[in-house]
Nanobody, 125 residues
Framework: VQLQASGGGLVQPGDSLRLSCAAS????????VGWFRQAPGKEREFVAA????????YYTDSVKGRFTISRDRAKNTVYLQMNSLKPEDTAIYYC???????????????????WGQGTLVTVSS
């Protein structure tokens, strides 16, 4: 599986951005697509995930109500809609695929075997 993340940029606090993760290649029948982020000097952290089939979604607490993960099956693309952005959302955002993942492991980066290259999101006034 090859992943291409895009959509990052420089925005002001309160603005919105939509990140895209375009996938190519074969995937398992059950898998998750996740978004992780890594801020300068910090460890990579889980942001959101979409499990398929079924489209169950999972979010870290700090983005609940502001971020939405979704999928366009026809385009093989997963999106992360980010609203009400805050300076603390500044990070490189990565999308990743976890094959045959179980719910209890969907927030764990080691469950994800395929990673995109990352896209930088900067929230600053």
């Amino acid at each position: 599986v090859q992943l291409q993340a895009s959509g990052g940029g420089l925005v002001q606090p309160g603005d919105s951005l939509r990140l895209s993760c375009a996938a190519s290649g074969r995937t398992e029948s059950r898998f998750a697509v996740g978004w992780f982020r890594q801020a300068p000097g910090k460890e990579r952290e889980f942001v959101a995930a979409l499990m398929l089939p079924g489209s169950s979604t999972y979010y870290t607490d700090s983005v609940k109500g502001r971020f939405t993960i979704s999928r366009d099956r026809a385009k093989n693309t997963v999106y992360l809609q980010m609203n009400s952005l805050k300076p603390e959302d500044t990070a490189i955002y990565y999308c990743a695929v976890a094959p045959r993942v179980i719910v209890s492991s969907v927030r764990t980066s080691s469950s994800y075997h395929h990673w995109g290259q990352g896209t930088l999101v900067t929230v600053s006034s």
